[in-house]
T-cell receptor, first 113, second 113 residues
Framework: EAGVTQSPTHLIKTRGQQATLRCSPI?????VYWYQQALGLGLQFLLW???????NRGNFPPRFSGRQFPNYSSELNVNALELEDSALYLC????????????FGPGTRLTVL | GEDVEQSLFLSVREGDSSVINCTYT??????LYWYKQEPGAGLQLLTY?????DMKQDQRLTVLLNKKDKHLSLRIADTQTGDSAIYFC?????????????FGQGTTLQVKP
């Protein structure tokens, strides 16, 4: 069974640009979670999508947004990029009601110059 | 409150046992997790323990949970150089409503040959 996949692996942008990161959950999983892993800040919860709806967001500005498609894949958009947005962005998936365990993808490394 | 704490670094010799410790604050957490992160990679779920359990063993891994002290530990028996990685403890604090896992800062395990 394929795990969570993310694309691209690496993304380099300049300040002020927009970045789009993509995630495909494990087949059968309906929830997708996004986390930011910035150097020195650990893993911070960003967003939770389930059945196409945003269920919760972490303490991040509105320029971090996303969506979930009917096939349960998800996109994370970061507008007006700032240097401190440089981080590893991790996506996870699970099936709500089947336990809380979240399964993570390999991540997208975003570098903002 | 939401807070998970881990020591930052542990060094052991190959063949020894490693014990990685974690403390958490929310006694209502349903599940507690251990994830492993190798350099440049995503998070790999190692094991988890349900909050009504005291211990769980899975091959070389033993998880101990002391709910009274809110202390979780991961013991790796016969540690190998391939076990060198960052280990994250996480709790599923109210995750059915919030979707988020709360992570510790990660413990870097260095295994010397």
């Amino acid at each position: 069974e394929a795990g969570v996949t993310q694309s691209p692996t690496h993304l380099i942008k300049t300040r002020g640009q927009q970045a789009t990161l993509r995630c495909s959950p494990i087949s059968g999983h309906t929830s997708v979670y996004w986390y930011q892993q910035a150097l020195g800040l650990g893993l911070q919860f960003l967003l939770w999508y389930d059945e196409g709806e945003e269920r919760n967001r972490g303490n991040f500005p509105p320029r971090f947004s996303g969506r979930q498609f009917p096939n349960y894949s998800s996109e994370l958009n970061v507008n007006a990029l700032e240097l401190e947005d440089s981080a590893l962005y991790l996506c996870a998936s699970n099936l709500p009601g089947a336990g809380d365990t979240q399964y993570f993808g390999p991540g997208t490394r975003l570098t903002v110059l | 409150g939401e807070d998970v704490e881990q020591s930052l670094f542990l060094s052991v010799r190959e063949g020894d046992s490693s014990v990685i410790n974690c403390t958490y604050t929310d006694s209502s957490s349903t599940y507690l997790y251990w994830y492993k992160q190798e350099p440049g990679a995503g998070l790999q779920l190692l094991t988890y323990i349900f909050s009504n359990m005291d211990m769980k063993q899975d091959q070389r891994l033993t998880v101990l949970l002391n709910k009274k002290d809110k202390h979780l530990s991961l013991r790796i028996a016969d540690t190998q150089t391939g076990d060198s990685a960052i280990y994250f403890c996480a709790e599923s604090w109210d995750s059915s409503n919030t979707g988020k896992l709360i992570f510790g800062q990660g413990t870097t395990l260095q295994v010397k040959p």
